[in-house]
């Protein structure tokens, strides 16, 4: 059998940014939290908001490594798989990336350093500005890539002139048709994601009687944010539609798995999608449903997926259930939001037992959320890799070979498990060591490399020592 170097290229590059993703999606929640905690610090002077910035850094250290490590490969890919994209689109993506490395990623080195290490060693002042930096660089990174990245979906503010892109207006390229929607719904995801994770292990610590003072506050600060972000999601959710609708209105027919265009159109619950017999087996609908949410009206029209060919259709299942896993865990963080609100009755959120080990469990969906977000946005925009101007089949590099695709695919494989075998050792680590084994290792740190001051008050003087 013959190895396709165009289905290869698109699992490997599937496969290395749903890897990389995992990791920005937490540490720009995380960078956000542990600056709210270093304001809080160096307001109130209350050292809970200290204890618990100096955990959440280890945390935040070893994610943070993770991400840069497993996104470094993802440029090349450009120029490895997929060289005629990167050449037509060069005069584009080439600012937008250079833009993201000095405008996000060397604000992150250059404070990265201080929040990790500085701690006592420079005033607080400076210490609460450098996690803020870091936090401020997180979001600017997701600016320039999401901005790159809809640019993809929402092609606006250039030309294509001989094969190739250029710009004719960087403000309709940068802020095109999707990128606030996609911006917003990735940033608040990034929030949920970060405190459903502090949640989930303030849980655990709580469960095991750690810390409990401590924890509870996190919990309760995670829970509140929670409560106002898991139902903002769905709002910024439903706009995100309404603009996809307009914009890619084959994306959302896969997403309902609708295959006629009508009126009055039903919401699947559950289905099949049949792509070869271009209809779906086994339906369970709610009448007029999905046209209510798309349009705002029962007997609003919704696009049918045979309104374009079916070498131009999506693969159907996989967006059809990629965007139900999606909503499905948004809907189940909404209910854990008011479920967590009816508990603060008499302080009872951090008390039962069933609801702490749900949050423990309630961890790990934002991730999968998040992908399966990403698994809809991307199949969805097949077979386009610049929405109705380019394929993927037009970007993949002529040269690559099927057997040279998979080579690289099983090396980017075997190091990405190690990576995160490794990480996950140590942040398995961190978290078991917790609390107070961090701020005892901050306190040696700071024993051991403040520099002594060796006219003190305390100090003997030469006077006399001469005398």
């Known amino acids: 059998m013959e190895l396709d170097p165009l289905l290869l290229s698109r699992i490997q590059f599937a496969f290395v940014v749903s890897f ?57 890919q450009f120029g490895t798989n997929w060289s005629n994209y990167s050449y037509a689109a060069a005069n584009f993506l080439g600012p937008m990336l250079s833009y993201e490395v000095i405008t996000a990623f060397f604000l992150e080195a250059a404070f990265l350093g201080v929040l990790l290490f500085g701690r006592n060693k420079v005033p607080k002042g400076v210490h609460l500005f450098a996690a803020c930096m870091v936090a401020l660089g ?26 190739v892109f250029f710009v004719t207006s960087w403000t309709e390229a940068i802020f095109n048709p999707s990128f606030p929607y996609r911006f917003a719904h990735m940033a608040v995801a990034s929030f949920l994601t970060g405190a459903f994770v502090v949640s989930g292990v303030s849980a655990w610590y709580l469960l095991r009687g750690r810390e409990i003072e401590v924890n509870r506050k996190a919990l309760s600060m995670c829970l509140w944010l929670i409560l106002i972000l ?11 539609g309404i603009n996809t609708l307009e914009h890619q209105p084959t994306k959302v027919a896969a997403m309902e798995g609708n295959w006629e265009t009508a009126s009055g159109v039903p919401l699947l ?83 039962t037992p069933w609801f702490l080990q749900g949050l423990r469990l309630m961890s790990v969906t934002p ?40 080579f690289t695919l099983l090396g980017y494989i075997l190091v990405y498990a190690m990576i995160f075998s490794a990480g996950l050792y140590y942040l398995m680590r961190v978290l078991q060591d917790g609390l107070e084994v961090a701020e005892r290792v901050t306190e040696l ?23």
């Open 20 to 76: 990389h993703a995992i990791f920005p999606v937490f540490t720009i929640g995380l960078a956000s939290f542990i600056a709210f905690l270093e304001a809080l610090s160096f307001k109130t002077g209350n050292p809970v908001w200290e204890r618990l910035s100096k955990f959440w850094v280890q945390v935040f250290a070893v994610v943070f490594a993770m991400g840069v490590v497993s996104g470094i490969v993802m440029s090349f």
């Open 138 to 163: 997180t979001f600017i990174s997701a600016f320039w890539i999401l901005a790159a990245n809809s640019w993809m979906h929402t092609p606006a503010g250039v030309e294509l002139r001989d094969g």
């Open 230 to 240: 898991a139902p903002t999601q769905a709002v910024i959710g439903d706009f995100h």
């Open 269 to 351: 619950l559950f289905a099949w999608p049949d792509q070869e017999a271009q209809s779906n087996r086994f339906e369970i609908a709610i009448p007029k449903l999905a046209s209510l949410i798309l349009t705002h009206d029962l007997n609003g029209e919704v696009p049918g997926l045979n309104e374009v060919a079916v070498e131009e259709q999506p693969p159907v299942i996989v967006v059809f259930w990629g965007f139900r896993v999606m909503v499905g865990l948004g809907l189940l963080m909404i209910a854990t939001a008011f479920t967590g609100l009816v508990l603060r009755y008499k302080q009872r959120y951090w008390q």
């Open 367 to 406: 991730f999968i959320a998040v992908l399966a977000g990403w698994i809809v946005t991307e199949s969805g925009r097949a077979p386009w890799l610049v929405y109705g101007l380019m394929t993927h089949a037009q970007g993949v590099t002529p040269s690559l070979t099927g057997g040279m695709a998979l």
């Open 445 to 467: 740190d700071d024993d051991v490399h403040r520099p002594a001051r060796p006219f003190s008050g305390s100090d003997v003087s030469f006077e006399q020592k001469g005398s």
